[in-house]
């Protein structure tokens, strides 16, 4: 989101989306009892030369799929998303029967919004570690922690016995 901000300085640019992409080697989960990608009851029309490779396929696009958010607008959408009838490969965005999308959509003022709060979280920040409050305060959302996908675990001296350590709890 920061990043998006700088590149609107100058005021000549919209936001379209903000994503992450995961870099990793993709693999397909496989049925374990055949050692095949379990097929779909309806066959796909055109029906793929090969089933089993088609469905492969798809199981990689799926994990290459772009987490974020993106503007809800028509042609924003079809430039990030591609034509797609009812779920989209690239982003996650299902179009309902009435042609509405749900999924990591939001509208401009919500997305300006949530420009707004990042931005306030850097000062916020800045102003504590000019303080030098300098807390280890991990997000946590639910049963999630930040701290279950961290590489720092092993040296990192966040522990809740411990005054002061403590989770920034996040609404889910
Ligand atoms: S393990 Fe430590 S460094 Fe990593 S997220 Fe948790 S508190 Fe932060």
Not at 30 to 41: F, N, Q, T, W
Not at 118 to 139: F, Q, T
Request: hydrophobic residues 35%; aromatic residues 8%; glycine residues 6%.
């Amino acid at each position: 989101m920061l990043y998006m901000s700088a590149a609107r300085e100058d005021g000549r640019r919209k936001p379209a989306g903000v994503f992450y992409f995961h870099i990793q080697e993709p693999r397909a989960k496989m049925d374990k009892a055949s050692g095949r990608v379990p097929l779909p009851e309806e066959p796909a029309d055109p029906v793929p030369a090969d089933p089993f490779l088609a469905e492969v396929e798809k199981e990689i696009r799926k994990q290459f799929r772009l987490k974020g958010r993106m503007v809800d607008d028509p042609e924003t959408v079809e430039e990030i998303a591609g034509e797609f009838q009812k779920t989209s490969d690239v982003v996650n965005l299902t179009r309902s029967r009435d042609g509405g999308l749900r999924g990591d959509v939001m509208t401009e003022a919500e997305f300006e919004e949530l420009e707004q709060a990042a931005a306030e979280k850097v000062v916020s920040l800045c102003a504590d570690l000019a303080g030098g409050r300098i807390d280890i305060r991990p997000m946590k959302e639910g049963d999630w922690t930040a701290c279950q996908y961290c590489d720092y675990q092993s040296v990192c001296r966040f522990d809740r016995s411990f005054r002061g350590c403590r989770y920034e709890e996040i609404d889910e």
